[in-house]
């Protein structure tokens, strides 16, 4: 487990969220990953105007991770603009299953509240996760 605070993690998915790319809902989302090596990967929402290819910032962040190799993770911190902390949407809870097998700690803030994180595990917050 890499010591990185909680809170350093969020400030880390709240500078990708400054990057986001929503011109359509104007919802900036932003995620840092922990590998259990230490490295932080971040992603972003990315928006298109054929609104179904939008990239989740979640599954945005799992590609940069993934595409550098990194396979194991402890923590997932997610924010947004909106004024509750963003619970992540089904298909990005799945994504994270297919990593971490419910073995994640998800941290969740409003850009606006950094300091009120909430804290999940992915199991609890996709129970019964589909796999092949
Ligand atoms: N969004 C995310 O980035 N992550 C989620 O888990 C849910 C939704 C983005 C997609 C879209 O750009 C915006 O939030 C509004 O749905």
Do not use: W
């Not at 941290?107 to 092949?132: G, K, N, V």
């Amino acid at each position: 487990m890499s010591n990185i605070a909680d809170a350093q993690l969020i400030d880390k998915a709240i500078a990708a969220a400054t990057h986001s790319h929503s011109p359509y809902s104007h919802f900036r989302v932003g995620a840092a990953l922990l590998a259990q090596d230490g490295r932080v990967f971040v992603g972003t929402n990315i928006e298109n105007a054929s609104y179904g290819l939008t990239i989740c910032a979640e599954r945005s962040a799992f590609g940069s991770a993934i595409t550098a190799g990194a396979r194991e993770f402890d923590a997932i911190a997610i924010v947004a603009s909106g004024e509750e902390p963003p619970l992540p949407c089904g298909a990005c809870r799945q994504v994270m299953a297919e990593f971490c097998q419910g073995d994640l700690t998800v941290l969740l803030a409003s850009i606006s509240m950094p300091e009120q994180i909430q804290t999940y595990r992915l199991d609890a917050l996709l129970p019964h996760a589909f796999s092949l």
